[in-house]
């Protein structure tokens, strides 16, 4: 079983920065994908940038040239440096998470879940 634990969301002023961390841990052989999604109140779960094991990124068109996504592979860690805040920036911001752990069988996916951390943004 793989857990997250998201850190770094809070209260922001348009055109402020945050940055968001989540570690990965647990019964973890691999990680091969993490990246940050984002859902606003009424809203759908939408994708906002993921990286892979091999440092390849990937953005939102809505958030390229102000938010940068990373990891510390050692750490089985991920961050998503949030620059120029928009109050439509607001959000529950979720990270997940996915690779492979040991199991019976051998190795198995997991796909797993923050529980999510509020970014709020506003004057």
């Known amino acids: 079983q793989v857990q997250l634990a998201e850190s770094g969301g809070g209260l922001v002023q348009p055109g402020g920065s945050l940055r968001l961390s989540c570690a990965a841990s647990g019964r973890i052989l691999s990680i091969s994908f993490m990246g940050w999604y984002r859902q606003g109140p009424g809203k759908q779960r939408d994708f906002v940038a993921t990286i892979t094991s091999d440092g390849s990124t990937s953005y939102a068109d809505s958030v390229k040239g102000r938010f940068t996504i990373s990891r ?8 998503l440096q949030m620059d120029s805040l928009k109050p439509e920036d607001a959000a529950v911001y979720y990270c997940n998470t996915r ?3 040991p199991s019976t069988y051998g190795p198995a996916n997991f796909n797993s879940w923050g529980q ?3 970014v709020t943004v506003s004057s």
Request: without cysteine; charged residues 15%; glycine residues 22%.
């Open 99 to 101: 690779g492979l752990s």
């Open 72 to 79: 510390d592979n050692g750490k089985n860690t991920v961050y």
């Open 116 to 118: 999510g951390t509020q």
